[in-house]
Each structure stands twice: as structure tokens, then as C-alpha cells.
């Protein structure tokens, strides 16, 4: 098993930053890749941003590309999501996601572990 467990999020003002982290743990060494996925209230979960665990591919939607960036750091065991110029659409519960499947996938449903989420707010 892997537990993942995301922080960070919180209210800012149009245009302003913040960044998720999210930390795994368990059985890490199965994980092939690690995703962002959001989702607003009344809307389906969307992916936002994926990464490979080695950190060497990574895959963005185009409602965020050059304006989120994912990484991950390994000796941590966690992938960063640093959210820039942000927007009142951007508002919406960030879930961390892994998979034991290579590939950068963009389908909720190609992915194993989930974490709790996260609230983002951006304010007008």
C-alpha cells in the first residue's frame, strides 16, 4: 500500500501563488508516476499535472501549462505542485495521485492511490 497525504492549500487573490506538497509513504519503491487531479464543486474530477517518479517526464493540462509547475524532490518521497497566476477557476479540491502503472496518464481511473485532497481558494 501507499499512503499519500497532501498539504498546502488555502485562500489567495487572483493572481497570487501557492504551492501543494504531497508526501508518500509504504511501499513507494511501486510507485511509477504521480499526479495532480481537481475538482470543483458539481464538476468531475480533472486531471491537472503529471510526473514520472523519477522526474525525468512530466505532462500538464492546457488550462494550467505556464502557469503550474510539478516536481518532486526523492530523498522526501514528495511531488511539489507550484500554482502561479492563479485564477478564481483554479478554485477546486487538489488530489494527489500514484500509480504503480508507467505512462503519465490523465485518467482518474488509471491511477491506484489517492490522497485526501486539498482545498483551493482563489478569490476574485
Known amino acids: 500500500q501507499v499512503q499519500l497525504v497532501e498539504s498546502g492549500g488555502g485562500l489567495v487573490q487572483a493572481g497570487g501563488s501557492l504551492r501543494l506538497s504531497c508526501a508518500a509513504s509504504?511501499?513507494?519503491?511501486?510507485?511509477?508516476?504521480m499526479a495532480w487531479f481537481r475538482q470543483a464543486p458539481g464538476k468531475e474530477r480533472e486531471f491537472v499535472a503529471a510526473?514520472?517518479?523519477?522526474?525525468?517526464?512530466?505532462y500538464y493540462a492546457d488550462s494550467v501549462k505556464g502557469r503550474f509547475t510539478i516536481s518532486r524532490d526523492n530523498a522526501k518521497n514528495t511531488v511539489y505542485l507550484q500554482m502561479n497566476s492563479l485564477k478564481p477557476e483554479d478554485t477546486a479540491v487538489y488530489y494527489c495521485?500514484?500509480?504503480?502503472?508507467?505512462?503519465?496518464?490523465?485518467?482518474?481511473?488509471?491511477?491506484?492511490?489517492w490522497g485526501q485532497g486539498t482545498q483551493v481558494t482563489v478569490s476574485s
Open positions: 495521485a500514484a500509480t504503480w502503472r508507467r505512462g503519465l496518464a490523465t485518467m482518474a481511473g488509471r491511477y491506484d492511490y
Open positions: 509504504g511501499r513507494t519503491f511501486s510507485i511509477a508516476a
Open positions: 510526473i514520472s517518479w523519477s522526474g525525468d517526464s512530466t
